[in-house]
């Protein structure tokens, strides 16, 4: 049983950054293409950028040019760089396979952005 564990959120002002990391058990994280996922209150889950194993990219429009994704296969982990942070972005962000059967979803980071 695959167990994700994010971390990293925490309170920013409106155009601060911060990263979130994203910790995978099991032998199997390097094939799936991963992403980061967020949900803010009221609202569904989105995913906001997906990565594949040899690394290619793919962003919300929300997002773009703002958050970039990466991973480390050797440390089974994906990061999340964020910057120029909206209160907008204000969410519980996730990681989860984007590209086959999600495993069970972890806790989340919470990231508040307000002044």
């Known amino acids: 049983q695959v167990q994700l564990v994010e971390s990293g959120g925490g309170l920013v002002q409106p155009g601060g950054s911060l990263r979130l990391s994203c910790a995978a058990s099991?032998?199997?994280?390097?094939?799936?293409?991963m992403g980061w996922y967020r949900q803010a209150p009221g609202k569904q889950r989105e995913l906001v950028a997906g990565i594949s194993s040899s690394g290619h990219t793919n962003y919300g429009d929300s997002v773009k040019g703002r958050f970039t994704i990466s991973r480390d296969n050797a440390k089974n982990t994906v990061y999340l760089q964020m910057n120029s942070l909206k209160p907008e972005d204000t969410a519980v962000y996730y990681c989860?396979?984007?590209?086959?059967?999600?495993?069970?979803w972890g806790q989340g980071t919470q990231v508040t952005v307000s002044s």
């Open positions: 099991g032998s199997r994280f390097s094939i799936y293409v």
């Open positions: 989860n396979v984007v590209d086959g059967p999600p495993y069970s």
